[in-house]
T-cell receptor
C-alpha cells in the first residue's frame, strides 16, 4: 500500500537553511504536499508540487522532487524561530482525494 | 484562516458515550474529508463525502459514522467511545473529488475520552 516516511526531528540555528526530507511509495501520486502544524493548531497548506515537476519555488520555500527515487524535500531558506512547527509531507492517492501523510518532522529553530 | 470551521474546539467525555463533531467547508467546496490525528497512528484518513454522497472510506471504525447535509456541512458521529479514540479530528474541504484539488484543513476538534 501507500506509505510516506519522514525523519522525526530537525534542529537548526536561526538564519540557516532547513531541509526536510520525505520518501513515498506510490509511483502514481499526482500531487505531493507540504503542510505545517504549529502547536495546538490545525494544518496549514504551505506548498505543493505536481508529479511532472522537478522543482517549485515559493518565496523562502523550495520543493524538490526526485521521481525516480520517490524523494521529496522542502527547503526553508533563512529559517526563523516562527518556522518552528511540525511539517507533514502528504501525497494524494492515485484515485480519489484522500491524503496519505508522513509522520511529520518536528523542526526546532534555535536563536 | 482556511475558511473551514469545526465545532467544538475541545470535547471531554467518558468511555461509552457518543459525540458529534461538526464541520463547515469553505464556501464553494463540495468535498469534505475527515482525518484523525493520534500519537500512535499519526494522521489518518477516515472518510470523504462529495455533495452529500460518501465517496471514499479509510480506516474508519464501525462505531464511527459521518454524513454530509444538503447545505454541505458534515458531521462525524463517534459512539461507544473508548480511551483510544482520544485524538485530534480534522475536517478538510476541497472543490471537487479528483484528488487534484488542494485540501484546506479546519482547526480541528480535540477529543479527550476519560
Amino acid at each position: 500500500g501507500e506509505d510516506v516516511e519522514q525523519s522525526l526531528f530537525l534542529s537548526v540555528r536561526e538564519g540557516d537553511s532547513s531541509v526536510i526530507n520525505c520518501t513515498y511509495t506510490d509511483s502514481s501520486s499526482t500531487y505531493l504536499y507540504w503542510y505545517k502544524q504549529e502547536p495546538g493548531a490545525g494544518l496549514q497548506l504551505l506548498t505543493y508540487i505536481f508529479s511532472n515537476m522537478d522543482m517549485k519555488q515559493d518565496q523562502r520555500l523550495t520543493v524538490l522532487l526526485n521521481k525516480k527515487d520517490k524523494h521529496l524535500s522542502l527547503r526553508i531558506a533563512d529559517t526563523q524561530t516562527g518556522d518552528s512547527a511540525i511539517y507533514f509531507c502528504a501525497e494524494t492517492e492515485n484515485q480519489g482525494g484522500k491524503l496519505i501523510f508522513g509522520q511529520g518532522t518536528e523542526l526546532s529553530v534555535k536563536p | 484562516d482556511s475558511g473551514v470551521t469545526q465545532t467544538p474546539k475541545h470535547l471531554i467525555t467518558a468511555t461509552g458515550q457518543r459525540v458529534t463533531l461538526r464541520c463547515s467547508p469553505r464556501s464553494g467546496d463540495l468535498s469534505v474529508y475527515w482525518y484523525q490525528q493520534s500519537l500512535d497512528q499519526g494522521l489518518q484518513f477516515l472518510i470523504q463525502y462529495y455533495n452529500g454522497e460518501e465517496r471514499a472510506k479509510g480506516n474508519i471504525l464501525e462505531r464511527f459514522s459521518a454524513q454530509q447535509f444538503p447545505d454541505l456541512h458534515s458531521e462525524l458521529n463517534l459512539s461507544s467511545l473508548e480511551l483510544g479514540d482520544s485524538a485530534l479530528y480534522f475536517c478538510a474541504s476541497s472543490v471537487g473529488t479528483s484528488g487534484l484539488e488542494t485540501q484546506y484543513f479546519g482547526p480541528g476538534t480535540r477529543l479527550l475520552v476519560l
